[in-house]
């Protein structure tokens, strides 16, 4: 993992940016309001550009095994509240595709900024998860960054 990821970096798609160390989605340079949950989602997504990520494996970094939520409408919200933002559709995706029943994947083209290449700017979930907590966008856990190195 390079030393941007582990640190926070900025990883661009589109028009867009997210900046993990200010836990910002921007737009053209402009903020983009996004929950502290779906932008977890959204990092964990960007991590693995082009792969499925599992409902479970959604569920195991987001919500600690004694958490008592309804997990399919709370991923199902923060999932739209992503395409929402980020002008996406669910039925022709430019960004985030729907897996029925299995997860989710990021097909947007995903560039690092500083020459990292496709996704490898991106950093930890959990480095996300501190600096999101750091800014006051609520509480969370996203799991152990061991398994997105």
């Not at 997990?71 to 199902?76: K, P, Q, T, V, Y």
Request: contains cysteine.
């Amino acid at each position: 993992m390079s030393s941007q990821a582990q640190t926070g970096g900025v990883v661009r798609f589109g028009v867009f940016e997210v900046d993990f160390a200010a836990a910002q989605l921007r737009k053209r340079g402009r903020r983009v309001k996004l929950e502290a949950q779906p932008f977890q989602v959204l990092c964990i997504l960007l991590q693995r550009p082009g792969e499925l990520v599992t409902r479970d494996e959604l569920r195991n970094e987001l919500w600690p095994a004694d958490t008592f939520v309804e997990f399919d409408h709370s991923l199902n919200t923060a999932v739209k509240k992503i395409r929402q933002a980020l002008d996406d559709s669910p039925r022709n995706p430019r960004c985030i595709e729907t897996v029925p029943r299995q997860g989710y994947r990021f097909v947007g083209a995903v560039d690092g900024v500083g020459g990292h290449g496709r996704g490898r700017a991106c950093p930890t979930p959990t480095a996300a998860a501190a600096v999101a907590k750091r800014k006051g966008l609520g509480r969370y856990r996203l799991g152990e960054a061991s398994r997105f190195a």
